[in-house]
């Protein structure tokens, strides 16, 4: 009798946990939607005075005015212009974190849009046009309605919230730190310590109303070369008395797409090395002495990609040498792979397909553009996943892609968005009510 009635209270313990969640879901629900014209209000401001990496000075006050009303405890000038929001629930549970980039580009608009920006900034010395080019002004405003939903919640939160307003997510100017990497150098998974992470991209090839997500490798690693050729000068008219570095690096860049097609396992992990730069000579008549190439290299496994970072120095040095000429190969690591964790994501992929409809929801082919919140995910599992936000009536193929000068998103997704982040957050403290964070908030 004894274990019978034992049983009935975990069953009425478990039932009334279920009704509170369902409960604050449908609260969930109303508050995103009586938000959404405030998001689009947030959204289309920042839209129309971007500002660059490391320089989003204007972007950070408003944002921490927005988590200050909200009683929420701010903290600024991380990682140069970053801003981290700590909402501490009413119960013990796990510290979640949610992430939202805030730079633009250098990029000049050409949409036709009343909010269309006509800013200018400095980009490492050059005066530019400045846009949000990659939809980053949709990812604040919508983390800013996910924080103000969670803080009219905040007593029957199971946990705490952290909100980090990351600036640099396209790479800090030349000679600064910037972005993720130096957020989580300044310890920004610190005090209290994050147990999960969760983020989004808008995407303006999908539909409005979907979510995209992959396990594991989502977005590649980033990798920079340098590949500097020293020939012998010559005059052009004959070539035999110097070293040519220029056709010697029309071979090297032959030779370096063969370590993709012939070296690197396609069917299992696809790879990327792209030449994007070469620069040599002052006159049409002079063969120059040196040559620099410059480009990325991108990759979805760690193997792959070291197995590609050897491959390109032992090509470039052993071409050269049959040139004569001397090859010396530098690669810098940028960011490394966007890893959902695989656990984490087949936990959390029910939430998705309960808020945006299981037929909404898909799963994605990994994509060869990086993400640095990659550099979360190197610390704590993390779930990045994409936002519908095609213009309506717009094939994929028609629409214009990030980081050009028509990009365009459709504002329709932000209720989801919203939606999505917030019950990312209620159903992960669900998972593991009770883990409270100990005396030091570590």
């Known amino acids: 009798m004894k274990k ?59 944002v921490a005015a927005h988590l200050r009303s909200l009683g929420i405890e701010v903290q600024t000038g991380v990682a140069k212009t970053g801003v981290v929001g700590i909402l501490k ?46 939809g980053h002004d949709s990812h604040v405003a919508i983390l800013m309605g996910t924080a103000e939903i969670l803080a009219s919640m905040k007593s029957e939160l199971k946990g705490t919230v952290k909100f ?19 957020m989580v150098k300044e310890g920004v998974l610190e005090n209290p310590k994050v147990d999960a992470i969760f983020g989004l991209h808008i995407s303006a090839q999908a539909p409005v109303g979907t979510i995209r997500y992959r396990p594991k490798g989502t977005m590649a690693a980033s990798d920079w070369f340098k590949i500097k050729l020293k020939g012998k000068q010559a005059h052009g008219a004959t070539p035999w008395q110097g070293i040519d570095p220029i056709v010697t690096a029309s071979q ?11 070296n690197a396992p396609l069917t299992e992990s696809a790879a990327v090395v792209t030449v994007g730069q070469i620069n040599a000579g002052v006159r049409s008549n002079i063969i120059p002495e040196e040559l620099n190439m410059n480009g990325t290299i991108r990759t979805l496994d760690t193997q792959v990609q070291d197995m590609i970072h ?26 490394p792979v ?21 037929e909404n929801v898909f799963l994605t082919s ?66 593991n009510a009770g883990k409270a964070v100990n005396a030091t908030g570590k």
């Open 164 to 182: 980090i307003f990351q600036p640099a997510e396209e790479g800090a100017p030349e000679g600064e730190e910037g972005g993720a990497g130096l």
């Open 366 to 431: 990994a994509a060869t553009g990086a993400e640095d919140f990659a550099f979360y995910q190197e610390k704590v599992p993390g779930l990045f996943f994409f936002l519908g936000g095609a213009p309506k009536g717009k094939k994929e193929s028609e629409t214009a892609s990030h980081h050009t000068p028509d990009f365009y998103i459709d504002e329709g997704g932000f209720v989801l968005g919203m939606k999505a982040m917030t019950n990312l957050t209620l159903d992960y403290m669900e998972m």
């Open 4 to 62: 019978i009635v034992l049983s009935g209270a975990l069953l009425l313990g478990a039932y009334m946990s279920f009704a509170q969640t369902a409960a604050l879901k449908a609260k969930v629900a109303q508050k995103a939607q009586s938000l959404e014209s405030k998001v689009v209000t947030w959204r289309r401001d920042f839209h129309q005075n971007p500002e660059l990496s490391n320089r989003e000075f204007k972007t950070s006050e408003k």
């Open 89 to 134: 629930g009413g119960k013990p549970g796990p510290v979640i974190a949610l992430r939202a980039d805030m730079d633009a580009l250098p990029v000049k608009e050409r949409v036709d849009i009343p909010f269309a920006s006509k800013a200018m900034g400095e980009y490492n010395g050059q005066p530019v046009s400045v846009m949000h080019a990659c």
């Open 338 to 358: 966007t890893f959902n964790d695989p656990s984490l994501t087949e936990k959390m992929v029910p939430t998705l397909e309960a808020v945006a409809g299981k």
């Open 252 to 262: 090297i860049v032959m030779g370096l797409q063969t370590i993709v097609s012939r």
């Open 310 to 335: 050897a491959r390109m120095k032992q090509v470039a040095t052993n071409i050269a040498e049959s040139a004569g000429a001397i090859a010396e190969v530098s690669i810098t690591k940028m960011c």
